[in-house]
């Protein structure tokens, strides 16, 4: 079984924000008061500026999309967030943007490399987003990223 996942992760409000100032975005509420934007192939596309800088560490971030993270983050912390996983085994990648610059990452896993004690790149970024875990769960499903394995996905009603 596969999971995909493109996605800025926010408060609702400034996820919101961001959703009505860009055209193709749309903020969907997760738990504990984030919500997600999902980076559909589209969304990627329409945010890519050709003479932006490349933010590395990541496998599909758009040129030009770290200078509006830092824009954005100046209202409140940001993250970009990506994971490929196929069969068990895949990657995952994440930064958060606070107060115009990166202040969390990039972080990554590759391909076989277990989590670090902190946890993954993705629940180490929904933590600095404010993100608890509860009994037996880490913050990936805490705040209800398994509900939907594809990154489309997130855009059904």
Known sequence: MSYE???LLASVELANVVAAEVRL???VPLEQGL???PLTAELLDSLEQPDGAVVAGFGFFPRGLGHRLSAWSKAGPIAY?????FGGQGSQRGAVWMDGKIELGPLGIEIGEGFPTEGSPISQVLR???ARRPHGADEFEAVGLGRHRHTEDWLER
Request: glycine share 6%; proline share 0%.
């Open 5 to 7: 996942l493109r996605a």
């Open 25 to 27: 975005a749309r903020a």
């Open 35 to 37: 919500a997600l934007i």
């Open 81 to 85: 967030a990506e994971a490929d996983y």
């Open 128 to 130: 600095r987003l404010g």
